[in-house]
């Protein structure tokens, strides 16, 4: 691999630190090499903490080095206040001579901004390293931003022979069809992004809490379809271990097409990734308007007589992996 590819894989490596915490600031990665030795790394702090470059400004010893170094990002340096300066003012107060990027940041408020303002400055500014695989780390941010929408990832899980519940249950709870080792890898989902969206019936026939549980981590905003608002404010969806968000007639037009009103309230709240949970009606609607990105459905090894089936979808698969008694198979909506 060459030298430049190397040390921006370094940084998408140390920037997923930040998975979840960020929002609605990009998760960057910084790395500062001098004479071929990596002498400072850091990636972006919580949302109002440091940007990337200046944790790994900060992380050098010696600053006297970072005359004579290269700083490597994994998106453009930022050129305009926010919570925090802008990042492209420090390296060139620090006079760090190279700056090489994995891929410009198209948000208006800096594209190509904070590169002009480097080169302006003496900066040797290389662009477009390991691009598609920075741009796809910044998924997110790049949607958000890009399609005016959250990142969509649909999940479900599903029996042996198709269907998402049985016809029949006899408490108001999920039927698991996956094992423990697949609820935990649901619940870190769970804290990597910011919210997730269940559907009325679901609410009604599972009462789920929609928090974390099973991993350490943040809970995600909880977004709730309730038409008429006469969902039971009893329900756990409502407890205060979370924000949570109603969806309703108020806020969207029920005869029309819901997926992409549903997207616009979210956008309107900053909600720049969300999970949906189901039920299966909810989530055939993103199908149908085709409005996602990634969808990540388990396969169990139960069947059952009857009930409410999976749905149905066209993407690409880009990952199947056993856990223990469960298949789970990932999608893009390419």
């Not at 005359?67 to 453009?76: G, P």
């Not at 049985?166 to 697949?182: F, R």
């Not at 299966?280 to 069947?303: H, M, Y």
Request: with cysteine.
């Amino acid at each position: 691999m060459h030298t430049h590819e190397h040390y921006i894989k370094r940084c998408i490596e140390i920037a997923k630190n930040g998975l979840g915490n960020t929002r609605p600031n990009p998760m960057v990665g910084a790395v500062i090499v001098n004479n071929h030795k990596i002498i400072g790394e850091g990636f972006t702090s919580p949302y109002g903490g440091n940007h990337a470059e200046v944790n790994a400004i900060n992380s050098v010893e010696n600053k006297a080095l970072l005359k004579t170094s290269t700083i490597y990002v994994t998106l453009e340096p930022c050129s305009h206040y926010g919570k925090t300066p802008p990042c492209s003012d420090l390296i060139i107060k620090n006079q760090i001579p190279n700056v090489v990027i994995g891929c410009i940041d198209d948000n208006e408020q800096v594209a190509g901004k904070g590169i002009a303002k480097l080169k302006n400055a003496g900066c040797k500014v290389t662009v477009g390293i390991l691009e598609e695989a920075c741009k796809k780390h910044h998924k997110r941010f790049f949607t958000f931003h890009n399609k005016r929408r959250p990142y969509i990832i649909l999940k479900w899980a599903e029996t042996q022979n198709g269907y998402l519940s049985p016809e029949k249950k006899d408490e108001q709870k999920p039927v698991w069809i996956t094992n423990t080792y697949s609820r935990q890898l649901v619940h870190k989902w769970r804290t990597e992004e910011q919210a997730i969206l269940i559907g009325t019936k679901t609410a009604l026939d599972d009462n789920p809490s929609l928090t974390v549980r099973d991993w350490t981590g943040n809970n995600p905003t909880r977004i709730v379809i309730d038409r008429e608002e006469k969902l039971p404010k009893t329900l756990a969806v409502f407890n205060n271990q979370a924000e949570t968000i109603s969806i309703s007639n108020k806020n969207i037009d029920f005869s029309k097409p819901l997926a992409q009103q549903i997207c616009k309230v979210l956008f309107e709240n900053q909600i720049n990734s969300v999970i949906i949970e189901g039920g299966a009606k909810t989530l055939q609607t993103f199908i149908d308007e085709n409005i996602w990105d990634e969808a990540r459905i388990f396969k169990g090894p139960v069947s059952f007589i009857s009930g409410t089936k999976a749905p149905k979808l066209d993407g690409k698969l880009t990952s199947e992996e056993k856990i223990m008694t469960n298949t789970l198979k990932i999608y893009s909506n390419d």
